[in-house]
């Protein structure tokens, strides 16, 4: 495996390159234009990816460990079998994307956008959703368990067998409206 370890990328650097069992170790992305760019089997440990441009990148088999990914689009980007550990990826966009065999274990996905998304059969456990929207999503199956949905908004959604702990529940009862009676 190669290892690169603080290092500030350029733009030149990351565009139609391809990187295979690559170590990023406290490296700088942020405000970086990725195009016509794939990792595959990478892992990056305390990077900075933040407002990066991504164009025709794509994701596989990575692991992303205490790495700040705020406010990237996500929209024209392929995700498969990430690991996203400790991660923050606030104010981020994620349109028409499956996520397939991604996870987010205790990582924050505050302000997130999620649109036109099948988040089928996910498992989004332990993750910090706090103001999310999740529009126009199929959420058949998916796994919402200890996380925090607190101000998440599912709009136009097709939800069948979600799965919500009871904190989880009730925000999502007052998310569509609901209030709690007052005792």
């Not at 170790?25 to 892992?43: A, N, P």
């Not at 065999?101 to 988040?119: H, M, Q, R, T």
């Amino acid at each position: 495996m190669i290892s690169l370890k603080d290092k500030n990328f350029t733009d030149e650097e990351l565009k139609g390159v391809d990187f295979e069992d690559t170590k990023f170790v406290d490296c700088k992305f942020t405000k970086s234009q990725f195009k016509f760019t794939g990792f595959e089997s990478c892992t990056f440990v305390n990077c900075d990816l933040s407002n990066s441009l991504l164009d025709s990148v794509s994701f596989t088999k990575c692991r992303f460990e205490d790495c700040k990914m705020n406010w990237i689009n996500f929209k024209d980007t392929s995700l498969s079998a990430c690991i996203f550990q400790h991660c923050r990826l606030e104010g981020c966009s994620f349109e028409k994307q499956k996520l397939p065999g991604c996870i987010f274990p205790d990582s924050e996905l505050k302000s997130v956008y999620f649109a036109n998304c099948d988040l089928s059969g996910l498992k989004l456990t332990k993750i910090d959703f706090e103001k999310s929207v999740f529009d126009y999503c199929k959420l058949k199956n998916t796994d919402f368990t200890d996380s925090n949905t607190t101000g998440v908004a599912f709009q136009n959604c097709q939800i069948s067998q979600t799965i919500l702990d009871l904190e989880g529940f009730i925000q999502f009862g007052l998310s569509k409206g609901f209030t709690l009676p007052k005792s």
